[in-house]
Structure formats: structure tokens, C-alpha cells
């Protein structure tokens, strides 16, 4: 299993315990019922290692085609609609100015 996805898991199992010792009001011992849990998530993982490869291996090829904001801005011919964004605070800051708004306010 990945790092991430294990952490997951661990956290799943410990709040499950938790809930569980909860409901039981104490009669269950949560550390022996956490090492048997983590057991079986072993045993689930190992016999699950196909499935996970393929599923991880689908995660990494969707990945790959994501492009990231910055990307997929560059690409767009972002500049255009940066540009008028700017012209337009620069403008909203010298009408401020010009109706007597100080400048920290303008800004």
C-alpha cells in the first residue's frame, strides 16, 4: 500500500476501535482489538495486491493527463483576461483617489 492510503487506513481502523471500546463502555480492550484489526487489513492487502496495483496504476495514468491551473491558464491565453483585471484596479484605485478616498483606503 501507498504511505497515504495506508495512513488512511490506519486512521479508519483506530477510529473504528475507538467507536467500538465506546459502544462496549470500556469491556473491550482497544489495543488488542487495534493489533488484530491492523492484521487483517494486512491479510486484506495482500490478498487485494492485484486489484490495488491496478487501481493505483489507473490513479497515476489520470494523474498524468491533469493539467495543473498554472497549465491550463498558459495554454488558454490567460494574459488577456489578466490584463484587463489589472486595467480595471488600477482604474477603481484612481477614481478612489479622485472622489478624496485616502490612499490606504484606495488601495
Do not use: I, W
Not at 473504528?16 to 487489513?41: F, N, Q, W
Not at 486489484?51 to 491551473?69: I, V
Not at 483576461?81 to 478612489?96: C, E, K, N, S
Amino acid at each position: 500500500m501507498r504511505d497515504g492510503h495506508r495512513a488512511d487506513a490506519e486512521r479508519l481502523l483506530a477510529r473504528a476501535v475507538e467507536e467500538e471500546v465506546r459502544r462496549s463502555g470500556g469491556r473491550t480492550d482497544g489495543k488488542v482489538l487495534l493489533s488484530r484489526a491492523r492484521g487483517a487489513l494486512d491479510a486484506m492487502a495482500r490478498t487485494a495486491a492485484e486489484e490495488y496495483e491496478a487501481y493505483t496504476r489507473a490513479l497515476d495514468a489520470a494523474e498524468a493527463g491533469r493539467l495543473s491551473f498554472r497549465q491550463r491558464y498558459a495554454r488558454e491565453g490567460g494574459g488577456t483576461p489578466l490584463l484587463v483585471a489589472g486595467v480595471a484596479g488600477v482604474a477603481a484605485v484612481v477614481a478612489d483617489l479622485a472622489f478624496g478616498t485616502d490612499t490606504g483606503t484606495a488601495l
